[in-house]
């Protein structure tokens, strides 16, 4: 039975064991004291390790590879064996013909590919998004992209190379996928080939029906293995996200008073939730398997500054729309709709940039700050703005075009003013030709904007996100 355990060779320049395992190489004394303590020693610590730490301790000298790589030992199975119902509850008990050793390792995809090292996750890095390296049961390794591609050869290759017989590759396990090529692993391709062309004519035979019930009881394993049992490591994981979502309900700021359901529900439209969600597989994956405490807590970090940064998002347009609201009401006694800070205020600096208290949005401009301060500021910037005549005048629909597409701030001039509408641009034109059988159009006699509304679409102060924060009644 094939037996992929050479990972010991291939995870060598993976491992920096000077670091991890530093303790063990300070002085030629303390080595020959870890070395030469008996072996039931050994197992017995051995039994409370992880079994990546496990792999680490594997190449840190012969002796300790001799005991955690022992194809055919008892303790040696038993030490693997503690390490996958300790660490790994997730995972079931390795079938029959495949050892303990073997199924951990390929099991481990937080070390990433066994050949080279590509994908390993840090426990203490950036979020795992994704499965780092996928394990090829029929082959028994656990690579990427890259080495399976490097290391396996399709069948059309082998015909076109014409040096293996066919009758060599009916023993061998292969990788299907529906519509892709049969593929082989190059390295079990050339070692049968190699036993092929040594058997007499009369072994042949022989040969090729031990290699097809070998294949037989290698699918049966394969079966079994290429279906884990994650439903319990991922009912722990939907728990731990769930627990840590309530707890931040609790503790970030709730400004508006919202109940704890609506700032759970706006917690997990955050960015970094919402890439773990369940119609992402491989990100749901990764966090059920790969998730560490550090991982955890970092987590919850990403979550805790999107929502801060969506709250800060919320408040500046509303503050924005604070000024646009100051300004209508002081419509007509101070300025009126041709004044160059009425038609021009979206494009003053002070408006796109306010001067927020301490640079936070969420603090209210204290007293007459506006009326006194930022007003007479956005006066004199509108009024340079309209001297250069470059920008159209937010009153016009010309120059509501250049910075709204097709949104509700239109009202037709030709209707009572008690009951005129909001419309798009396309329905009060459809409104005009219709209601009013209005021929040709002249925008500046028939149609009008909604100021107030104008600067509600732009600042996106009635979006869902904006009242959450700041409800519009607030």
């Known amino acids: 039975m094939y037996e992929s355990w050479e990972f010991v060779e291939s995870q060598r320049h993976v491992y920096n064991l000077v670091d991890r395992f530093s303790s063990l190489t300070v002085s030629s004394s303390q080595r020959s004291f870890i070395v030469n303590f008996p072996c039931e020693v050994f197992i017995d610590i051995c039994k409370f390790l992880p079994p990546v730490d496990l792999v680490t301790l594997s190449v840190v000298c012969k002796m300790f590879r001799n005991w955690l790589v022992a194809r055919s030992n008892f303790g040696t199975e038993q030490i693997w064996r503690m390490a996958r119902i300790n660490w790994l509850p997730h995972l079931r008990t390795p079938p029959k013909g495949m050892s303990e050793q073997c199924y951990v390792f390929l099991n481990?995809?937080?070390?990433?590919?066994?050949?080279?090292?590509?994908?390993?996750?840090?426990?203490?890095?950036?979020?795992?998004?994704?499965?780092?390296?996928?394990i090829y049961w029929c082959f028994r390794v656990r690579c990427c992209q890259r080495c399976f591609l490097e290391k396996s050869v399709t069948l059309k290759q082998i015909e076109d190379e014409g040096q293996v017989n066919r009758d060599v590759l009916q023993g061998l396990p292969y990788y299907y996928k529906k519509n892709r090529p049969i593929i082989y692993w190059r390295n079990q391709v050339e070692v049968?080939?190699?036993e092929y062309m040594k058997l007499d004519k009369i072994d042949i035979y022989k040969w090729s029906i031990e290699k097809s019930d070998h294949l037989r009881n290698l699918n049966k394993m394969i079966a079994s293995c290429s279906v884990p049992d994650r439903s319990d490591s991922s009912k722990k994981c939907q728990i731990k996200l769930d627990s840590l979502i309530n707890q931040l309900s609790f503790v970030v700021p709730n400004d508006a008073n919202r109940s704890q359901l609506k700032v759970i529900v706006q917690l997990k439209r955050c960015p970094t939730y919402k890439k773990y969600t369940p119609n992402n597989q491989e990100a749901r994956l990764a966090m059920s398997l790969l998730f560490n405490e550090n991982h955890w807590i970092l987590f919850q970090n990403f979550i805790r500054q999107e929502y801060e940064e969506k709250r800060i998002y919320a408040a500046s347009r509303a503050r924005r729309y604070d000024i646009f609201r100051k300004i209508y009401s002081m419509i007509p006694e101070k300025f009126s709709m041709n004044d160059p800070l009425v038609q021009y205020l979206p494009y003053c600096l002070s408006f796109k940039k306010p001067p927020f208290h301490n640079h936070d949005p969420t603090i209210p401009w204290i007293g007459n700050f506006l009326e006194n301060t930022l007003i007479p500021t956005l006066c004199e910037e509108a009024a340079a703005i309209a001297k250069v005549g470059k920008c159209q005048p937010i009153t016009t629909p010309s120059g509501v075009f250049k910075l709204l597409v097709n949104q509700r701030v239109f009202h037709c001039k030709l209707c009572e003013e008690g009951r005129m509408q909001v419309y798009d641009f396309g329905t009060v034109q459809w409104h005009l030709h219709k209601l009013h059988e209005i021929r040709r159009i002249v925008k500046k006699k028939m149609i009008t904007v909604d100021y107030l509304a104008f600067g509600m679409s732009l600042l996106k102060r009635?979006?869902?996100?904006?009242?959450?924060?700041y409800p519009l009644d607030g």
Not at 108 to 133: H, M, R, W
Request: hydrophobic share 30%; glycine share 10%; net charge negative.
């Open 192 to 194: 049968a080939h190699q």
């Open 108 to 134: 481990l995809i937080e070390l990433g590919c066994q050949f080279c090292g590509s994908g390993k996750v840090d426990p203490n890095g950036q979020l795992p998004y994704d499965t780092p390296a996928k």
């Open 462 to 469: 009635d979006s869902e996100l904006v009242c959450f924060f």
